[in-house]
């Protein structure tokens, strides 16, 4: 039986929360930042942009549904977003161990245990976030037994898109459309929306030049981090934007593409990272719901004079979307292809297959 150990969370604002180990018995270091959703929670762990993140969950049960189990179709896996868990540390306020589901084959916290992550439950999640929303994002710390464990990395600092990137070409489906997927840190849901699509797909690495490769069209994918480590992908956007082949950019893509276009990014407070986001298409009455998880937004002031914004967020009015004037080339900041959250905006892979 798994030993629940006292360990602490220390926000780098000198603020302490006590609670019980469920994870892996290890200190960690890392951006905190948390999460809305009330289920997805093997998406998010899996999802290659909380690279370097310790993760809160505000909804407070967590773990009731178990986890899958490995399983893989064609290369890919079936349940989750990549091939492990990305985040460096998982908080909650009530862990449930006993779970039940049809599909759960394990626990959250053996899970956690078998990939060497820790994970605290007891915390006022709600007290936490309220400090997160007030300071804004902040670097933190899980601590057992002394409080030098830990270290103190800011994976801001790192190129993240470069540890969580393909290491080499891959290539998926045989359609008669080719497609090359710039993995940044792709969610495994956007390649199978695309191999649903019928089309032949390349996934590149995030520094790869991929304008020897014959294609139809271009995807860029979502990734961790901050965009501007990622120069040498931009000029290789840039490079693609001089011809009309259709460019697609979701997430960290939306970033990349507005950079190549012109444009600069910037840090938000405490990020976007939750399944119920409104967002407005620009110009129409039209609203979608949306999941997302980025911690920066394209300031679209400095946009070139043939683009437009596409979308904007409700809530707190950042662009969450562009387009071109008269090129097929458009971006979204959320995730269309979201499993653990809505569905309202798949229809945008659809479309891009249709410019092609």
Not at 2 to 17: A, D, Q, Y
Request: with cysteine; proline share 5%; aromatic share 10%.
């Amino acid at each position: 039986m798994h030993i629940f150990k006292p360990v602490r969370l220390i926000l780098e604002n000198g603020t302490v929360f006590h609670g019980q180990s469920f994870g892996a018995p290890k200190g960690t270091s890392g951006e905190v930042v948390f999460s809305t959703a009330m289920v997805g929670y093997p998406e998010s762990l899996t999802d290659p942009s909380y690279e370097g993140q310790i993760l809160i969950f505000t909804y407070p049960l967590i773990g009731n549904y178990g986890v899958p189990a490995q399983s893989e179709t064609n290369g890919i896996s079936d349940f989750f977003e990549s091939d492990r868990i990305h985040v460096r540390g998982l908080i909650v306020q009530d862990y449930c161990d006993d779970y039940s589901h049809w599909n759960g084959k394990r626990s959250l916290g053996d899970w956690l245990r078998e990939e060497d992550v820790p994970g605290i439950s007891g915390i006022d999640t709600r007290m936490l976030t309220k400090v997160l929303r007030e300071k804004g994002s902040m670097l933190g710390k899980i601590v057992f037994d002394r409080e030098d464990e830990a270290g103190d990395d800011d994976p801001e600092k790192e190129n993240l898109v470069a540890k969580v990137s393909c290491k080499e070409v891959i290539e998926y489906g045989e359609g008669k459309k080719t497609v090359v997927l710039i993995d940044c840190g792709v969610k495994l849901h956007i390649v199978r929306e695309l191999l649903t699509q019928q089309l032949r797909l390349i996934r590149v690495p995030w520094d790869y030049d991929f304008s020897t490769i014959d294609y139809d069209g271009l995807v860029i994918s979502n990734g961790p981090g901050n965009p501007d480590h990622c120069g040498i992908t931009v000029e290789h956007i840039r490079n693609a934007l001089q011809q009309d082949r259709p460019v697609f950019g979701i997430c960290m893509g939306n970033q990349l593409l507005a950079k190549a276009a012109g444009a600069d990014t910037y840090k938000l407070k405490y990020g976007h990272r939750s399944h119920n986001q409104p967002v407005r298409k620009v110009g129409t009455h039209t609203c979608f719901i949306t999941a997302q998880n980025h911690g920066y937004a394209v300031d679209e002031s400095r946009l070139g004079a043939e683009w437009e914004p596409y979308f904007v967020n409700m809530n707190d009015g950042t662009n969450e979307g562009i387009r071109h004037k008269t090129k097929p080339f458009f971006s979204v900041q959320f995730h269309p292809e979201a499993t653990g959250g809505p569905t309202d905006t798949r229809f945008f892979f659809e479309d891009f297959v249709k410019m092609l």
